[in-house]
């Protein structure tokens, strides 16, 4: 509460800088989301939301209407109301930021996603994936539909990881990713059980693999190889027993 009450003083000061000394600089529109962060942790939801307007107002008024900074924008008003369980407005803001943050992509539809590679912010675009997917499960009667839709989104989701991961120079920013984002994958593969135990579908199982394989870099993969995440729970029960069958396999094979 302190250090929130200090960050209040400092972002309030280097606004009133900017007001007073460049008043018609993008900047200050990053100073309005970061207050309105700081706002949104403190569960001041209005003063937050005055603060995304402004923002947003300045971003569109410098960069158009799709620039990253705009799809930032509308990813923080999209955290905002899911905080509120306001799920459909939150999906509405997450669709905005995506359409913001593609080159052609301009459905407001929820049921559609973007190209990843139409993306102009990689980072951007996964934060408003990843948002959107969480969303979809939150919904009121979310059904199978809505889980194969989340599912897809994950899977968008996850390929841009890939790609930021490749683009990454040095091996230390390559695990910070996968660090910061494992738990992207184990959503993902909870899902992926979800619909397999509903549809009996032999697919979600493939793709349930597919995302353990692409987190190869990751603690998750390191843990399923240890059987340690398994002690934990972490690993759904229907992936532990093909893992064992396919081991079974294999010892089989090699005795053959």
């Given at each position: 509460s302190g250090d929130l009450s200090e960050a209040e003083k400092y972002y309030k000061a280097a606004i009133e800088n900017r007001l007073k000394y460049t008043p018609k600089s993008s900047n200050l529109g990053v100073d309005y989301i970061n207050i309105g962060e700081l706002y949104a942790a403190k569960n001041q939801y209005s003063k937050a939301f005055s603060y995304y307007c402004k923002a947003e107002n300045i971003f569109e008024t410098h960069f158009g209407k799709k620039n990253n900074y705009l799809s930032a924008t509308y990813t923080a008003y999209a955290n905002l109301f899911e905080k509120q369980n306001e799920i459909n407005k939150a999906l509405a803001y997450y669709q905005q930021a995506l359409i913001a943050v593609s080159g052609s992509f301009n459905s407001s539809n929820i049921s559609m996603n973007p190209q990843i590679a139409d993306a102009t912010s990689k980072l951007d675009m996964l934060k408003a994936l990843?948002?959107?997917?969480?969303?979809?499960?939150?919904?009121?009667?979310?059904?199978?539909?809505?889980f194969e839709l989340s599912l897809n989104t994950y899977q968008l989701a996850i390929q841009l990881i890939d790609d930021i991961?490749?683009?990454?120079?040095?091996?230390?920013?390559?695990?910070?990713?996968?660090?910061?984002?494992?738990?992207?994958?184990?959503?993902?593969m909870q899902l992926a059980e979800?619909?397999?135990y509903i549809t009996k579908k032999s697919e979600f199982v493939n793709i349930a693999f597919a995302f353990?394989?692409?987190s190869k870099s990751s603690v998750l993969?390191?843990?399923?190889?240890?059987?340690?995440a398994m002690k934990f729970g972490k690993i759904p029960s229907?992936?532990?027993?093909?893992?064992?069958n396919l081991k079974n396999n294999l010892s089989f094979n090699e005795q053959s």
């Open positions: 990843k948002g959107k997917a969480q969303s979809i499960l939150k919904r009121d009667k979310a059904n199978t539909q809505d991961s490749k683009s990454y120079i040095n091996d230390e920013s390559k695990l910070f990713l996968s660090e910061n984002e494992k738990n992207t994958y184990v959503e993902a979800k619909l397999f353990a394989e692409k993969m390191a843990n399923i190889r240890a059987n340690e229907f992936i532990q027993s093909i893992e064992q």
